[in-house]
């Protein structure tokens, strides 16, 4: 004995199109938004960073790839400055810039799904 099922699903095809054009526009709304975030760190970071020769603000970098968005210093003594030791007091710039704009990326993000979404006629 067997059974045959057929199920017949009206607009599968545009269905699966408009998923894809999300998936798409989400993907690369979403790098963008991330970039724009990690370079506004960057920039808070670097007006925040004190001076002595200039070295450490050159080192901060931002970059985004994929879904991840990364802002850096590559100056040796960064922690150094940020967290103190033993001979220098703490002068925090990095932790506070990212802290000043972390409640600006939820909406950044959300208005990149939207905005997907959108286009994608979902």
Wanted: with cysteine; glycine share 4%.
């Amino acid at each position: 004995m067997s059974v045959e099922v057929t199920i017949q699903v009206a607009g599968a095809e545009e269905c699966a199109q408009a998923l894809s054009r999300f998936d798409s526009g989400m993907q690369t709304r979403v790098h963008s938004r991330l970039a724009q975030w990690a370079e506004t760190v960057k920039t808070e970071t670097t007006r925040l960073a004190p001076v002595r020769t200039g070295y450490l603000r050159s080192t901060i970098f931002a970059r985004a790839r994929e879904w991840q968005a990364e802002v850096d210093v590559e100056a040796a003594y960064a922690a150094t400055v940020e967290f103190g030791s033993h001979r220098a007091q703490a002068r925090p710039f990095f932790q506070p810039a990212v802290q000043q704009r972390l409640s600006e990326l939820e909406g950044l993000l959300l208005e990149a799904v939207d905005s997907a979404k959108t286009e994608a006629n979902l």
